[in-house]
């Protein structure tokens, strides 16, 4: 499969914090990416995507941004809330195939 | 209004039994895949169907199998459960026709004794 991993496995922010959680890809060739939330004893749950002719995508307190160049996607969460604790994937895949590839995950801790 | 949905949430099997894992979608998505997480990591593909079209990831071993007899659902078989195939079985759908969501079910945990 493909390579997607994330620089930090966990990350803990005080609440009302802006959070940002980093993840690398190695497919350049990708051109759709995706990041998840997935709490626990539950499947990941889709929070924002992007397509690579994009640099970056805004959402309701949430945005995602892609450098191609780089290979580095970035989820920004604002204002940080008891409820966004989870773990983070990103996941990519290309127009040509239905494969999503899974990064490590990170781990989101917020502290009241 | 649950869209995929799996059955059981929880099941435990012995060493070397063979286990079905089951997966239903109401979207009638094309897509079906099927996904195996271990604790605090990622979920791996194994497989996934596109329609009947059965699309087998490189490094999935030959003792997980999958059926999908119609649209609405797909199983997961493991032919001889050993204790490294504990984990959460995900199942997710997407719609194959260029909108590349996925929607995931709630998983299914294994656990062999």
Redo the contacts between chains.
């Keep these: ?1 493909e390579s997607v991993g994330l620089h930090l496995p966990t990350l803990s922010v005080q609440e009302g914090d802006n959070s940002i959680i980093n993840c690398a890809y190695s497919n350049s060739a990708s051109d ?1 990416f ?1 990041w998840y939330k997935q709490e626990s ?6 929070i924002i ?1 992007i397509r690579s002719n994009m640099d970056k995508r805004q959402g309701q307190r949430v945005t995602v941004l892609l450098n191609k160049t780089v290979k580095h996607l970035s989820l920004q969460i604002a204002a940080t809330q008891p409820g966004d604790s989870a773990v983070y ?1 990103c996941a990519e ?1 290309h ?1 040509t195939g ?8 990170t781990s989101l801790t917020v502290i009241p | 209004d649950a869209m995929v949905i799996q059955n059981p949430r929880y099941q435990v099997t012995q060493f070397g039994k063979p286990v079905t894992l089951s997966c239903s979608q109401t979207l009638n998505h094309n897509v079906m895949y099927w996904y195996q997480q271990k604790s605090s990591q990622a979920p791996k593909l194994l497989f996934h169907y596109y329609d009947k079209d059965f699309n087998n990831e490189a490094d999935t071993p030959d003792n997980f199998q999958s059926r999908r007899p119609n649209t609405s659902f797909c199983f997961l078989d493991i032919r001889s459960p050993g204790l490294g195939d504990a984990a959460m079985y995900l199942c997710a759908t997407s719609s194959g026709t260029g909108e590349y969501e996925q929607y995931f079910g709630p998983g299914t945990r294994l656990t062999v004794t």
């Design positions: 499969g759709y995706i004893g539950k499947g990941p749950q889709f995507d994937f895949t127009y239905n494969q999503f590839y899974f990064g490590t995950g």
